[in-house]
């Protein structure tokens, strides 16, 4: 470990301490999900269960809630609920990665852990180099940077970054988020036999590929992977024009799914398909854990979407991580669930069974908190909408004659409210998971999901039910949720 990587820990280090009891004094602070201990969290990064346990990094800022030379923070956990805050993983402090130690994943090979990171480097006019970097773990707590492996190759801007590696028939393959020299966003894969030798390919698809048309300028956060004999590949494109309910964030992140050829590096693929709903989702990555499944983090946040307006920053920090969730493919479609493990944070559960919601609002005995996991089955419906009203700061709505979920939250950044919107044919289920600033809303049993950042008062916590213009029968159930 260098002096300037000594350097820079003691500083974040110090960041910690020095605001460690203003951030704890937040309301706002989560009980149940991941977030910085000071400063600003972004992208999850090198997501692995290496040896039995779960490792999750992420982009940090430890010295203020702005963007700046990213750290990769570091959370370990043997079961995806409880998790302790780790050393330092990764800090600024060389040539290839002095202006931050940018997105990347984790891979187990060799009986150790490695971590591939994109080396971000500024001179002083702005102007941008980028490098794909190798880092070694034997126990998975301290980490040896090995250097560059992977220059900018011919054909895109220093805009090149975020790599995933996977290995397939004996073959290591890393898929970069790009923007070609023309200012197209592409994912551009690359093969390695050792993974210090890297070949580049090409894009396997992009904007204005054969594929597609015109698809935004950037492509970040590249996860390519396979579920059901199909190739899925995870990206977060820039520069997405709004089509009605589609693409209302400043930037989105979705998904294709088709099959990858190998020999070609191009990937047939169908439409692509968001997969949140919601105000607050970007940069997902997933990895297989040892019972097989497909888990999934992703930040709880958007680049540039009213960021530096989040009430938090009064006390030194902004930003979560979203809850994990396991991936199942069913034909072209993802739904996503959290996994059976976060039914361990269930206690007090309540159940009401034919519960008649009409117009009047309706308040349910114990059923209530800011810290909850709701479950609400419909058992039958004459009405023209069904809404739950959570904590009087966000409405879930279903129009049966639009056939449209709606998730409705006054706004942080402005006067008034805001939604997002998404086409279901029918409503089944919401399960949704509150905590003291946010959202998720599982619909249809992971169907379609809605997350949000949401800042109510400390001492509203009334949850509502309402229908209009007939009735609806549902099952309700709930549970506080405590660590």
């Not at 203003?22 to 692995?48: A, C, Q, T």
């Not at 709880?300 to 960021?307: F, L, S, T």
């Not at 379609?448 to 229908?467: G, W």
């Amino acid at each position: 470990m260098t002096d300037k990587d000594l350097q820079l820990r003691s500083q974040a280090y110090e960041e910690v301490e020095k605001y460690k009891e203003k951030v704890e004094s937040d309301y706002h602070r989560l009980k149940y999900h991941l977030m910085p201990p000071v400063g600003l969290l972004n992208d999850p990064n090198g997501f692995i269960q290496f040896k039995g346990i779960y490792h999750l990094f992420y982009q940090w800022n430890p010295f203020n809630t702005g963007h700046g030379a990213k750290f990769w923070g570091h959370y370990t956990s043997k079961d995806l609920v409880h998790w302790t805050h780790e050393e330092i993983a990764l800090s600024p402090s060389d040539w290839f990665d002095k202006n931050g130690c940018y997105s990347g994943s984790a891979i187990e090979a060799e009986g150790k852990m490695k971590l591939f990171y994109t080396g971000n480097v500024k001179d002083e006019e702005g102007n941008r180099e980028t490098y794909q970097c190798l880092v070694e773990s034997e126990d998975g707590i301290h980490f040896e940077k090995k250097g560059v492996v992977v220059n900018l190759p011919e054909g895109y801007t220093p805009h090149f970054r975020d790599p995933k590696v996977w290995q397939h028939e004996g073959v290591w393959y890393m898929i970069i988020g790009a923007q070609s020299t023309d200012l197209q966003g592409k994912a551009v894969l690359l093969s390695s036999t050792d993974l210090k030798d890297w070949s580049c390919l090409g894009d396997i698809t992009g904007s204005q590929s054969e594929q597609l048309g015109e698809f935004g300028y950037m492509w970040e956060c590249p996860d390519l992977f396979q579920l059901e004999d199909k190739d899925v590949l995870v990206i977060s494109p820039q520069g997405l024009e709004a089509e009605g309910m589609l693409y209302n964030n400043v930037f989105q992140s979705g998904y294709f799914v088709g099959k990858l050829n190998y020999e070609t590096a191009k990937m047939e693929h169908g439409e692509f398909t968001e997969l949140d709903r919601g105000f607050e989702f970007y940069a997902p990555q997933t990895t297989v854990d040892e019972k097989g499944r497909r888990l999934m983090f992703a930040w709880m946040g958007v680049p540039d979407q009213d960021e530096d307006k989040q009430p938090t920053i009064e006390y030194n920090w902004v930003h979560a991580m979203t809850l994990p969730r396991e991936l199942v493919l069913k034909g072209e479609k993802l739904y996503q669930n959290p996994p059976e493990e976060l039914k361990q944070l269930r206690k007090n559960g309540v159940i009401h069974t034919g519960v008649e919601i009409s117009e009047e609002s309706t308040s349910l005995a114990d059923v209530n908190g800011d810290v909850v996991e709701l479950i609400v089955e419909i058992k039958g419906n004459n009405a023209g909408s069904f809404e739950i009203n959570l904590r009087n700061e966000a409405r879930v709505v279903y129009n049966f004659h639009e056939q449209t979920v709606t998730l409705e939250r006054n706004s942080y950044a402005k006067q008034g409210t805001e939604k997002r919107q998404c086409q279901l044919s029918e409503l089944k289920e919401l399960r949704i998971f509150l905590d003291t600033s946010s959202i998720e809303v599982f619909v249809n049993e992971g169907e379609e999901v809605f997350t949000a950042r949401i800042f109510p008062s400390q001492n509203d916590k009334e949850l509502l039910f309402k229908a209009e213009n007939g009735t609806t029968i549902c099952t309700v159930k709930k549970w506080d949720l405590l660590k």
